[in-house]
């Protein structure tokens, strides 16, 4: 089956790439790379995050799903001798990527760590745990 070019592997196509801002800065290429892989009783996670630091990337654990977001703000200022700019650029951009990882993965149980642009994260294997049960107490009116 045939499907629109949409769905292909790039986000960007050809023409978009083009334009003077992007020629040679393939983004697509760069951005939240991961690998995942099984290594005994948990999962490694390897997500290259080239240009970002430690401080601008987030973890979350929301109801089984894992998300990372990671943040970059930067400029490129360009000035003359007299101080008059030649070129300004700026940048800013938000990168997200969920996982599903399990619901009775805790937080506490996730471990990561950031060096030289990649992430690694350990995430244990979903195991079943015991229900505690708990008392709820019914409250004695006066």
């Known amino acids: 089956m045939l499907l629109p070019s949409v769905f292909n592997d790039r986000f960007f196509n050809d023409d978009f790439m083009d334009f003077p801002a992007f020629r040679g ?64 650029e700026r940048f800013q951009g938000t990168c997200t990527r969920s996982f599903y990882i399990g619901e009775n993965v805790e937080k506490e149980d996730i471990k990561a760590r950031f060096d030289k642009g990649v992430l690694m994260v350990c995430i244990p294997k979903e195991t079943e745990r015991p229900q505690i049960e708990e008392n709820h107490y019914i409250a004695i009116e006066d």
Request: glycine letters at 6%.
């Open 25 to 88: 800065n393939h983004v697509e290429n760069t951005l939240m790379k991961s690998d995942v892989k099984e290594v005994g009783d948990h999962y490694e996670l390897h997500m290259d995050l080239p240009g970002f630091d430690k401080e601008n990337v987030k973890i979350q654990l929301k109801d089984g799903t894992l998300t990372i977001e990671a943040t970059t703000n930067t400029s490129n200022d360009e000035k003359d001798e007299n101080g008059a700019y030649i070129r300004r």
